[in-house]
């Protein structure tokens, strides 16, 4: 069990708006540490997202945003695509286990 | 453009310990960054495993730390992972990356492509 914690599904139609919210606490989140997002397709590793809360790496289309309050971290995806189902991860640093953490993963399907 | 590759034997005994060297092209990890490593069982999330920073110190998950030790050889461009006393928990696709300084903790913007290790008799 993730101390970052993530809904393991979300779905949207083409065109739409989703959220995935990253759940953590004072220990994580909450003590200032940064938040990142993963991309991960089937069967292919993980490609960065979202770096330090809310930055896009190059070539990460702007349909994708992040952003950080209190305990919590979330990425927003606008004008949903068929190319974007895949899992997506979360990632920061817990002071309590002294470890870099990743959330659970959620699943994105576009209905 | 940086790439990383693992390499290593895909089947692992019990008990025994589990290799793994990263090669890393385009960058030298001597210049910077940090070096690690995440694993991926079957069907699950991500694990993060330990990293290397440029100059040599190291860093493990917290409940790996007694088995665990990643090492670097500048020389060749490669840094290694390996695992002691491995149980079938430790099946799991190894990802090798490269992990920034510029956030807090670091994020991770290049990966190898992942290699499967399973552990069985």
């Known amino acids: 069990q993730s101390v970052l914690t993530q809904p393991p599904s979300v779905s949207g139609a083409p065109g739409q708006r989703v959220t995935i919210f990253c759940t953590g606490s004072?220990?994580?989140?909450?003590?200032?540490?940064?938040v990142h997002w993963y991309q991960q397709l089937p069967g292919t590793a993980p490609k960065p997202l979202i770096y330090?809360?809310?930055n896009r790496p190059s070539g990460v289309p702007d349909r994708f945003s992040g952003s950080k309050s209190g305990t919590s971290a979330s990425l927003a995806i606008t004008g949903l695509q068929a190319e974007d189902e895949a899992d997506y991860y979360c990632?920061?640093?817990?002071?309590?286990?002294?470890?870099?953490?990743f959330g659970g993963g959620t699943k994105l399907t576009v209905l | 453009q940086v790439q990383l590759q693992e390499s290593g034997p895909g089947l692992v005994k019990p008990s025994e310990t589990l290799s793994l060297t990263c090669t890393v092209s385009?960058?030298?990890?001597?210049?910077?960054?940090?070096w690690g490593w995440v694993r991926q069982p079957p069907g699950e999330g991500l694990e993060w495993v330990g990293s290397?920073?440029?100059?040599?110190?190291?860093y493990y998950k917290s409940s790996l730390k007694n088995r665990v030790t990643i090492s670097r050889d500048t020389s060749k461009n490669q840094f290694s992972l390996k695992l002691s006393s491995v149980t079938a928990t430790d099946t799991a696709v190894y990802y090798c990356?490269?992990?920034?300084?510029?956030?807090?903790?670091?994020?991770?913007?290049?990966w190898g492509q992942g290699t499967l290790v399973a552990v069985s008799s």
């Open positions: 990632q920061s640093y817990d002071t309590s286990l002294s470890d870099v953490v």
């Open positions: 004072s220990s994580n989140i909450g003590a200032g540490y940064d």
């Open positions: 290397i920073s440029h100059s040599g110190s190291t």
């Open positions: 385009g960058y030298s990890i001597s210049n910077n960054f940090y």
């Open positions: 330090g809360n809310n």
């Open positions: 990356l490269r992990g920034t300084m510029t956030t807090n903790p670091s994020s991770f913007d290049y």
